[in-house]
């Protein structure tokens, strides 16, 4: 069974940041992609971060120089270092990967504010 567990949001100022995690099991992690996604209140859900299995890394325009998106293939886990967060950097963020199956954590809620 395929299960994603996302920890470390939470509430924090503008300029802060976080780390978020993502402990993956049920696959053989490193040979998978990783995405981070977020969701926004009545938004759609945006990707944000992706990790490929050779380290590359892509980012959404908005958190580009400020996220970054890492991997511990020993620990099957990737992670999602949130620096300088803004208001509208709050949102549900979900690890996401997928082969014939598309599969995604439960989520973890990050709010800024002051």
């Known amino acids: 069974q395929v299960q994603l567990v996302e920890s470390g949001g939470g509430l924090v100022q503008p300029g802060g940041s976080l780390r978020l995690s993502c402990k993956v099991s049920?696959?053989?992690?490193?040979?998978?992609?990783m995405n981070w996604y977020r969701q926004a209140p009545g938004q759609e859900r945006e990707l944000v971060a992706r990790?490929?299995?050779?380290?590359?890394?892509t980012y959404a325009d908005s958190v580009n120089g400020r996220f970054i998106v890492s991997r511990d293939n020993g620990i099957d886990t990737v992670f999602l270092e949130m620096n300088s967060l803004k208001p509208e950097d709050t949102a549900v963020y979900y690890c996401?990967?997928?082969?014939?199956?598309?599969?995604w954590g439960q989520g973890t809620q990050v709010t800024v504010s002051s």
């Open positions: 996401n990967t997928q082969d014939f199956q598309i599969y």
């Open positions: 049920g696959i053989a992690f490193r040979d998978y992609a």
């Open positions: 990790i490929n299995r050779l380290f590359s890394t």
